[in-house]
């Protein structure tokens, strides 16, 4: 069953603690991609990667940090910097074209 | 980075009407225009994508009109039905970068 999975499903964190949000593909794409969704608002990109070890900060990076050790997987940590971090993450892939979103985590900030 | 806008913001359709859905680009460099669906708590999933070479793609009830010239596509749902009241986000993609739309939330009454 080929596709891209993150878990957890939905995460609670502490102010102050650092939390990592898991993102794995068997798709064999080499890009992969961090979305923040905020209530109401579209997909805004934290980070990228286009092959392994090596990746982009996006337009909201700050806060965040990521490794690409291998290439199904891509795991992004919310760093305490992130004043703001409570949203709906989502993961993405591409292949040649098409970019294949996972289904979630919704990380909030107790 | 050059943004996608879309319109409207919210939109409410009658089951069985026409649900229209309008984007706008500016980066000429795009040559891949998806649409996606997303439902609540759920990653966003591929409805329908086009090429710049082509005018207009149908599947199913869910069409793209693509107007180079004016930079600008949309979606049309025929038969709107009550299971297609979702998030729909458009976006631009060149190779594997990709822009959205910040998204329209469609309710079909029944």
């Known amino acids: 069953d080929g596709g891209i999975t993150q878990s957890p499903k939905y995460l609670f964190r502490k102010e102050g603690q650092n939390v990592t949000l898991s993102c794995e593909q068997n798709?064999?794409?080499?890009?992969m991609y961090w979305y923040r969704q905020d209530p109401g608002q579209g997909l805004r990109l934290i980070y990228y990667?286009?092959?392994?070890?090596?990746?982009q900060k996006g337009d909201i990076a700050e806060g965040y940090s990521v490794s690409r050790e291998k290439k199904e997987s891509f795991p992004l940590t919310v760093t305490s910097a992130q004043k703001n971090p409570t949203a709906f993450y989502l993961c993405?892939?591409?292949?040649?074209?098409?970019?294949?979103f996972g289904p979630g985590t919704r990380l909030t900030v107790l | 980075q050059q943004q996608v806008k879309q319109s409207p913001q919210s939109l409410i359709v009658q089951k069985g009407g026409i649900s229209i859905i309008n984007c706008a680009y500016e980066n000429t460099a795009f040559d891949y225009f998806p649409w996606y669906q997303q439902f609540p708590g759920k990653g966003p999933a591929l409805l329908i994508a086009i090429r710049p070479d082509v005018s207009e793609k149908k599947e199913g009830r869910f069409t793209i009109s693509f107007n180079k010239s004016a930079k600008q596509f949309s979606l049309h749902i025929m038969d709107s039905q009550p299971g297609d009241s979702a998030t729909y986000f458009c976006a631009g993609g060149s190779g594997q970068n990709f822009v959205f739309g910040p998204g329209t939330r469609l309710s079909v009454l029944p």
């Open positions: 993405a892939c591409t292949g040649l074209t098409e970019q294949f």
């Open positions: 798709l064999n794409h080499d890009a």
């Open positions: 990667s286009q092959i392994v070890n090596d990746f």
